[in-house]
């Protein structure tokens, strides 16, 4: 097997032992496997090639960009029989049509290369998430992501016109069309988007573009619920319209880990507050018009009293500073310890009640759990992590009349300490997964909204989507891939 791979690929291209540990865990190292080898091709031809090779010899493939899932679902499991396809390689823009506003780029490529190709045109490729530096369009599309500009521009499902699809009999489906409308029987591209490699490996898509906007504004304001920032919501799409790009919803304990584990970056408030929203106005009118348009709503937020304070950009720099409080949570979520994240989606209208509701329950059964809250208030989508308690909260009362231990001694009782906390929570991992689960599903909810299902959740999702829905799924799954061999274990 390995020497007919690497007669396709190269010897260099195929990696077993040491070469190959790097690809066999998730980004979270909640998730380690085995594979024969990795294997990364250079071309959708060698794509095609090692699917062919492996439908015939029926090797299970799992497909992997830049790693960065959060589901388990680019790691292999333990039985070391499948093979990890790293498309990293893949990782060509083979052309921008500036006039048809389209991209035509390979799985391969860097999300943040595209955005930076697509701005030396005068175009805005609008996708943009925290791992955008290491995140690939493939991966992009394989889970239907979603970022910070969802309200304005839709999710990655949304953002793509056509696919180029390698079929797990070793086929290559050309779907790299241009299009906007095009009515000719089933729309396969939205077969693939979203099914996480288990019906076939995108190899290349055609990606929607935008003209670049000209100004934009950036304000960081600070709340006292939730429910005012669903208020705030309606407001800022009553004043700014189809100007509102972004609107990102966090909570205090989110800024606190942010200043914690990035000293450069703080609040730029006085006092602390419960809830953040973060707001971007984006405008192909003169900046001065996106000022005033961002000051009005300020102005008429702090009348309506939904507002306790608020910071407003007055430059790219400030802007910048103002993201980075937003976009680092998870990577000072990730330093604080271990975590259990929540990724999902209840209507708007109903977040305000979910939260209140959710906290108050994992509270009640889970005493000491901290709630790490943020996301994409503008569509409904929350990442709803728990936390172990904060190391600080958990030193132990030395009495100073009785004995007087050093910082050293201090800081390490008190890594025992959360270390511990953290081993107690992921045992009540399952527990604390169905209480959420539960309550997103009482409230019309999605239990992943773009993270996807991988290995993570799927013994979750028989228990939301009915009989005929899993059956359905199931299906489709059997007509495309009736050997089983594409992303095995993963979502079903």
């Known amino acids: ?53 492996c439908a015939q010899t029926r090797t299970p493939i799992v497909p992997q960009g830049g790693n960065t899932g959060l589901v388990g679902g680019a790691t292999p499991d333990r039985a070391g029989q499948a093979l990890v396809m790293s498309l990293t390689r893949l990782n060509h823009i083979r052309s921008i049509d500036v006039l048809n506003n389209t991209a035509i780029v390979e799985a391969g490529v860097v999300l943040q290369t595209l955005q930076e190709r697509a701005r030396e045109v005068g175009r805005l490729f609008p996708l943009s998430l925290a791992a955008q530096g290491s995140a690939t369009i493939g991966g992009n599309l394989s889970t239907n992501a979603g970022g910070t500009q969802v309200l304005r521009y839709g999710n ?14 070793g086929e290559i489906w050309n779907g790299l069309t241009g299009l906007r409308k095009n009515n000719t029987g089933y729309d396969l591209r939205d077969i693939f ?42 407001l800022s799409q009553r004043i700014a319209g189809p100007t509102l790009t972004g609107f990102e919803l966090f909570n205090e304990l989110s800024l ?45 937020a702090f009348e309506e009293e939904l507002v306790a304070d608020a910071v407003l950009a007055q430059n790219t720099k400030q802007a910048q500073q103002l993201w980075a409080l937003r976009e680092n949570i998870s990577e000072a979520q990730a330093a604080e310890g271990k975590n259990i994240k929540h990724d999902i989606s209840v209507p708007i209208s109903c977040i305000s009640e979910f939260v209140s509701q959710t906290d108050a329950l994992l509270q009640q059964q889970f005493p000491h ?3 790490v809250t943020f996301g994409h208030l503008g569509d409904g989508n929350l990442h709803y992590n728990v936390s172990a308690a904060l190391a600080e909260t958990l030193q132990p009362p030395f009495d100073p009349s009785i004995n007087q231990p050093s910082e050293a001694k201090i800081a390490q009782t008190a890594h025992e300490i959360s270390s511990k906390t ?33 290995q993570l959740k799927r013994e979750e999702l028989p228990r939301y989507k009915s009989a005929v829905e899993m059956r359905l799924l199931q299906t489709i799954k059997n007509a495309l891939d009736p050997q089983g061999i594409m992303n095995p274990g993963k979502m079903l």
């Open 256 to 300: 606190l880990l942010v200043e914690k584990h990035f000293p450069t970056q703080k609040s730029p408030f006085e006092q602390r507050y419960p809830q953040y929203v973060l707001l971007e106005l984006s405008n192909h009118e003169p900046e001065e018009q996106t000022r005033l348009l961002m000051e009005r709503l300020l102005e008429a």
């Open 193 to 234: 988007i979203g099914a996480e490699g288990t019906l076939g490996i995108i190899t290349a898509a055609c990606m929607k573009l935008y003209p670049l906007p000209s100004s934009s504004g950036t304000a960081l304001i600070a709340l006292h619920s939730v429910s005012q920032a669903l208020r705030l919501l309606e």
């Open 369 to 371: 759990v901290r709630m």
């Open 156 to 169: 990655a499902r949304d953002l793509c016109l056509g696919l180029e699809v390698v079929t797990p009999e």
């Open 422 to 454: 953290e081993e107690k929570l992921l045992l009540q991992q399952s527990a604390i997964y169905q209480l959420v689960h539960d309550q997103v599903h009482r409230f019309g909810g999605s239990i992943s909204a773009e993270h996807g299902i991988g």
């Open 1 to 53: 097997m390995l020497d007919r791979l690497r007669a396709i690929v190269g010897t260099q291209q195929v990696l077993t032992g040491e070469e190959a540990t790097a690809y066999l865990t998730d980004w979270r190292k909640r998730f380690i496997g085995h594979a024969q080898a990795v294997v990364r091709p250079a071309n959708v031809e060698e794509v095609a090639a090692v699917v062919r090779l």
